[in-house]
């Protein structure tokens, strides 16, 4: 078992201007680290597995299929496959997203 490296992959995405790095993959299951930086927009679409994000550092609002929530640090929600979903109303937002897969 190997620790994963979240802080470490945060500070750098956050040092290049935002970015998703993978800290983990495994058979089923995908951990990576999401940072966006305003005024960069959330480029996301639907993807074809199960998410779950977890807000790590900072705040912003999640719309999945057109219903919005707002979120803050030690906050999640869950994205079903398959939803068109985005972050909005962010400055700095670092999320944990973790991905189930068949």
Known sequence: MNPLEVDRARRQLE???GGYEIVHRSPGLEVGVYVL??????????????ELYVVLEGR????????SV???EGQAAFVPAGADHRFTGYEG??????FARP
């Not at 937002?93 to 973790?98: E, G």
């Open 37 to 50: 930086v305003a005024p960069e927009p959330d480029h996301q679409s639907a993807h074809a597995d199960d």
């Open 70 to 72: 707002s979120l803050r």
């Open 60 to 67: 912003g609002v999640l719309t999945v299929e057109g219903e």
């Open 15 to 17: 040092e290049r201007g």
């Open 93 to 98: 937002l670092s999320v944990l997203v973790i």
